[in-house]
């Protein structure tokens, strides 16, 4: 039997998330006492948005992932690769925002075929603690 797919159906064999979200809340001694298996799900949940992504906490961080993402060519800095490429301004300072407003920033690809996983990222998505986008 094949699979046949209904949906929207593209080249790329991944889908790309950014995802950004506040720091993970400390659950408290008692609660973990009573409920030990909820320090699993915060480990889940922090492999599920990070994994092996790079987790980005800083502006430092931010200027360093632009650089080594869309700084090709000639460029040197971040002022000459939004000169080359201006379109990365919006996204850019939007990030930086974000990271000086204390959340973390990850940018994840979600293999096509991972249908779970994209939704699970979608389902976080409350716009305060954790606002999660499609980066297409």
Request: net charge negative; glycine share 2%; hydrophobic share 30%.
């Amino acid at each position: 039997m094949s699979k046949i797919r209904l949906d929207f159906i593209t080249n790329s064999s991944s889908s790309s998330f950014v995802i950004m979200y506040k720091t993970m809340p400390e659950v408290d001694k008692q609660v973990l006492e009573q409920y030990p298996y909820i320090k699993n799900y915060v480990k889940l949940l922090e492999k599920v948005l990070v994994g092996d992504s790079e987790n980005i906490t800083t502006v430092k961080e931010l200027n360093k992932y632009y650089m080594s993402r869309y700084g090709w060519n000639s460029c040197k800095t971040l002022e000459e690769l939004f000169a080359d490429e201006d379109y990365l301004i919006e996204d850019y300072n939007n990030y930086k925002e974000k990271i000086e407003s204390n959340y973390n920033i990850t940018f994840k690809e979600v293999d096509y075929s991972d249908e779970h996983t994209g939704e699970m990222l979608k389902s976080l998505h409350d716009g305060e603690n954790f606002i999660v986008e499609r980066n297409d």
